[in-house]
């Protein structure tokens, strides 16, 4: 009986400390498409459940409502003060990736035809939910290098993960910064002390152009070629046809910023049933949008193994135009990309229960 209790008590300590809460910076550019939004909820639900603790939430693009509308979800779910940042003088800034001008956020909303295009669903958060948060325009955010080295330099060595669902200019910043008051340490050496894994949501397999990579190719070339830690890929081909977000859009209660978002902006049923073959082709299912950001997070938090497979190679910036390109290497490779384990159907049903939990704490 006592070597069984005794047993009994190593397999509950393993069992705790295997559970512990993962480190978690979040880093989206909330810009034009909303898997960010699921993808922010994902990771409050599981902050709520006690297996991951949010750092920080980090924009990747600037000179938009892109700030306010994380902070407006991170109300939401009870966790208003996290620190939070935006890329200073260079990367994706606007409405959207091409925008030359910023949003201002004074400006009257002129809904979708405006001049807003796809950032208005951000823009409306923002109008909706007054006093939700610190920053309407991004720009007044703290620059996301002081917030990353300030968040890293204060956490144990190696214990840092970071899940990007948007561009990579903030990785490529922060390897280019240097020995500061908040760290004697330079950015790259400060990534190899304090961050144990990023997993990135980039790139299309095997070769091609996909929107994060893309768009401020010379950052996401620079932060994959000298990034210091194992990269986890969820690629473009992975997440484009499993779908979630359709389960919190239809369910019953009061409105809320991330029911809003996916309500706001899928298809209807019958809108799919007419012509599914169109919608899948904009990446929306009957389960609702891709969820490429949403895939990101479950990596991060819950690791590969539960859901996916992996294939090792590196992923490397080709070319001047933005192309990626996928070198398998079963061997050496530094990178992995997930691959199909349990069906994409069984992996939305899990993403769509983590988004329609009702958050601990908040929720109002
Ligand atoms: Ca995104």
Redesign the pocket.
């Known amino acids: 009986m006592k070597k069984a209790a005794v047993l009994i008590s190593c397999v509950s300590v393993a069992f705790v400390a295997a559970a512990a809460p993962v480190k978690v910076i979040f880093d989206?550019?909330m810009l034009t498409?909303f898997?960010?939004v699921g993808a922010l909820a994902c990771l409050h639900a599981l902050a709520d459940a006690g297996e991951c603790e949010i750092l920080a939430t980090i924009s990747s693009t600037r000179g938009n409502a892109s700030v306010g509308a994380i902070e407006v979800i991170n109300h939401y779910y009870g966790r208003s003060g996290l620190p939070v940042g935006a890329p200073k003088g260079m990367g994706v800034m606007g409405a959207h990736p091409g925008a030359k001008a910023k949003v201002d956020p004074k400006a009257p909303l002129e809904g979708r035809s405006g001049g807003d295009g796809g950032h208005y669903k951000y823009r409306k958060l923002l109008a909706d939910y007054p006093g939700w948060y610190r920053h309407a325009d991004a720009d007044d955010a703290p620059d996301a290098n002081e917030t990353y080295r300030r968040v890293l330099a204060a956490q144990p060595d190696g214990s840092v993960t970071i899940c990007s669902?948007?561009f990579l200019t903030n990785m490529r910043r922060l390897l280019e910064t240097k020995p500061d008051a908040i760290s004697p340490l330079d950015g790259k050496a400060l990534v190899a002390k304090k961050v144990k894994l990023w997993v990135a949501?980039a790139c299309r397999y095997p070769y091609g152009q996909e929107y994060?990579s893309r768009w401020d190719y010379e950052s996401s070339r620079i932060a994959f070629e000298n990034w210091p830690t194992p990269i986890v890929f969820s690629d473009w081909q992975y997440g484009r046809d499993c779908f979630a977000g359709r389960a919190i859009a239809e369910q019953e209660g009061p409105r809320n910023p991330v029911k809003d978002v996916f309500a706001g902006n899928i298809p209807s049923r019958d809108e799919i049933r007419k012509d599914s073959h169109k919608w899948l082709r904009s990446a929306f299912g009957m389960g609702g949008r891709a969820s490429?950001?949403e895939t990101a997070v479950l990596v991060a938090v819950r690791g590969i193994e539960p859901y996916f497979n992996a294939e090792r190679g590196t992923y490397r910036m080709v070319g001047n135009k933005g192309d990626d390109k996928w070198y398998p290497d079963a061997e050496k490779g530094p990178h992995l990309r997930i691959t199909e384990k349990l069906s994409k159907a069984e992996v939305g049903r899990v993403i769509d229960g983590l988004i329609t939990r009702k958050p601990l704490h908040g929720g109002r």
């Open positions: 989206t550019d498409d898997d960010d669902v948007g949501m994060n490429w950001d």
